[in-house]
């Protein structure tokens, strides 16, 4: 597990940690003409997927053939990179992958301590 996963109560899935600290990149209908609104490109150093935020599906094989609930890291890093789930409060900033979010209009988003969240900034 990477080292901005570990919680307080070892609540927060290996997944959810790739999708942070890997190194992807997320391209949306505005920067990849071909996709649909709410169609995404993740791209990484082991492939390209498609993630549809809509429909909650990728088509990596992490996701076409286990399923996971809380989504593969493609289907996560998209959430994370738009603001949709916000980066724990918690997580090691300098673990978290620069470029989340880069190419997006929308803005990664972290947990605060009183319980809002913020713009995320590395």
Known sequence: ???????????YG????????ESMTVLDDQTFSELQD?????VSPTGTYRVDAIAETCD?????????DEGCKHRLRVAFARGERPIP?????SAIDKDLGQHLSADPRIATADGRTEVFEP
């Open 1 to 11: 597990m990477s080292e901005a996963a570990p919680t307080p109560d070892g609540q």
């Open 14 to 21: 290996e997944r959810a940690a790739k999708a942070l600290t």
């Open 38 to 42: 709410e169609e995404f490109l993740v």
């Open 60 to 68: 990596c094989p992490d996701a076409l053939h286990r399923a996971p």
């Open 89 to 93: 409060g918690w997580a090691i900033r």
